[in-house]
């Protein structure tokens, strides 16, 4: 290969994980991969394994998360299985040039460096991790979120006269829920949302005639079930818009214990993925004519099951054609998943009494 061959040719960047719990670290992981070249390959652990050196089954299946990951948008290629020890071999199978991955301390159940073999080869290369989230955080949170000692039977009291009023209330308070950062009270958090939306936004421009697409939800846990609802509802239009609702209105229908992740780390992981156009940010639990407008929504997108008085608010409006969505994949909450674990998670993390 000649000199102008070789800078035609593109560049490939090999990055490995878990993945487990997905979340916008993950994301801004493979974000970072990706702008070191023109090419990601995104490897993704088996189930055997993060077991063998994690210590703890994942909470996500490899299949699952395989599908998660070739949905990021940052993301050309997957490799299932991946090796958690990396070797040259690896590289040249999928023509990586090199491996990356964040600056904190990834080990084998050894105890040993799993890039070692990269490093001594020159073929590897650091990010700055982010800061803020991880799994192992969620995994806490989520021990905390199940502990029916301090949490007994909370519920969101989601009957039909409830239900009304949450309709209700958001009709007259929208204008707040269509700003950049509504819902998030501290400074810090809206510096860190405009700073990643920035970094995350999606490069592709609504073009005249695109028919957008709505739909609304906490997106709490992002999971396999999430995924195939916004693929389905994308699949209406050409523009996904996805309305992602506060911290305060998830616990008016889901209990004080929810939701396990904040607005800011909802929203950051929704749009990470490439079926994902635009987000509302503490989007209203309606859908008014104020948000139709706003977005110039054509089509309004729920899951079958949903409440019906939702249903009926969406009717009320008008304007625009109201489809209902049947997911084929089950919906097995991540939080349910995490219970029949959950012996083994407190003995690897603690109990919640020890968790601040």
């Given at each position: 290969?000649?000199?102008?061959?070789?800078?035609?040719?593109?560049?490939?960047?090999?990055?490995?994980?878990?993945?487990?719990?997905?979340?916008?670290?993950?994301?801004?992981?493979l974000?970072?991969?990706?702008?070191?070249?023109?090419?990601?390959?995104?490897?993704?652990?088996?189930?055997?394994?993060?077991?063998?050196?994690?210590?703890?089954?994942?909470?996500?299946?490899?299949?699952?998360?395989?599908?998660?990951?070739?949905?990021?948008?940052?993301?050309?290629?997957?490799?299932?299985?991946?090796?958690?020890?990396?070797?040259?071999?690896?590289?040249?199978?999928?023509?990586?040039?090199?491996?990356?991955?964040?600056?904190?301390?990834?080990?084998?159940?050894?105890?040993?460096?799993?890039?070692?073999?990269?490093?001594?080869a020159?073929?590897?290369?650091?990010?700055?991790?982010?800061?803020?989230?991880?799994?192992?955080?969620?995994?806490?949170?989520?021990?905390?979120?199940?502990?029916?000692?301090?949490?007994?039977?909370?519920?969101?009291?989601?009957?039909?006269?409830?239900?009304?009023?949450l309709?209700?209330r958001?009709?007259?308070?929208?204008?707040?829920?269509?700003?950049i950062?509504?819902?998030?009270?501290?400074?810090?958090?809206?510096?860190?949302?405009?700073?990643?939306?920035?970094?995350?936004?999606?490069?592709?421009?609504?073009?005249?005639?695109?028919?957008?697409?709505?739909?609304?939800?906490?997106?709490?846990?992002?999971?396999?079930?999430?995924?195939?609802?916004?693929?389905?509802?994308?699949?209406?239009?050409?523009?996904l818009i996805?309305?992602?609702?506060?911290?305060?209105?998830?616990k008016?229908?889901?209990?004080?214990?929810?939701?396990?992740?904040?607005?800011?780390?909802?929203?950051?992981?929704?749009?990470?993925?490439?079926?994902?156009?635009?987000?509302?940010?503490?989007?209203?639990l309606?859908?008014?004519?104020?948000?139709?407008?706003?977005?110039?929504?054509?089509?309004?997108?729920?899951?079958?099951?949903?409440?019906?008085?939702l249903?009926?608010?969406?009717?009320?409006?008008?304007?625009?054609?109201?489809?209902?969505?049947?997911?084929?994949?089950?919906?097995?909450?991540?939080?349910?998943?995490?219970?029949?674990?959950?012996?083994?998670?407190?003995?690897?993390?603690?109990?919640?009494?020890?968790?601040?």
């Amino acid at each position: 290969m000649d000199e102008k061959d070789e800078a035609k040719k593109p560049i490939r960047v090999y990055l490995d994980g878990c993945f487990d719990c997905f979340h916008f670290a993950h994301a801004n992981a493979l974000r970072q991969a990706r702008e070191l070249g023109d090419v990601l390959v995104a490897g993704v652990h088996s189930d055997g394994d993060i077991t063998q050196h994690k210590g703890r089954t994942p909470v996500c299946s490899e299949a699952e998360r395989y599908r998660l990951i070739r949905a990021v948008k940052w993301v050309d290629e997957v490799v299932e299985s991946a090796s958690f020890l990396p070797e040259v071999e690896l590289l040249e199978k999928h023509n990586c040039d090199f491996c990356v991955h964040g600056d904190d301390k990834s080990c084998n159940a050894d105890g040993t460096d799993s890039y070692r073999f990269l490093k001594e080869a020159g073929r590897y290369k650091e990010f700055k991790r982010t800061p803020g989230i991880s799994t192992t955080d969620i995994i806490k949170r989520l021990l905390l979120a199940t502990d029916d000692r301090s949490c007994a039977a909370e519920e969101g009291d989601f009957s039909e006269s409830k239900s009304s009023e949450l309709i209700q209330r958001p009709l007259a308070e929208a204008s707040g829920c269509l700003e950049i950062s509504p819902g998030i009270n501290r400074p810090s958090e809206n510096c860190l949302m405009s700073k990643f939306l920035a970094k995350f936004a999606s490069k592709v421009e609504r073009k005249d005639g695109d028919r957008a697409v709505y739909i609304a939800g906490d997106f709490d846990l992002f999971n396999e079930w999430h995924l195939e609802l916004l693929e389905k509802a994308r699949s209406h239009g050409d523009y996904l818009i996805v309305g992602v609702h506060s911290d305060e209105d998830v616990k008016t229908y889901r209990g004080d214990r929810f939701p396990v992740l904040t607005l800011l780390e909802r929203v950051l992981t929704l749009v990470a993925f490439r079926c994902v156009s635009e987000v509302v940010v503490g989007a209203p639990l309606a859908v008014t004519e104020k948000l139709i407008r706003r977005f110039r929504v054509d089509v309004v997108c729920q899951e079958k099951s949903e409440n019906p008085l939702l249903r009926k608010s969406c009717q009320d409006e008008g304007n625009f054609e109201l489809v209902e969505i049947s997911v084929d994949v089950e919906n097995f909450p991540i939080i349910e998943r995490f219970k029949r674990n959950r012996v083994v998670y407190t003995k690897l993390y603690g109990s919640p009494d020890g968790i601040s």
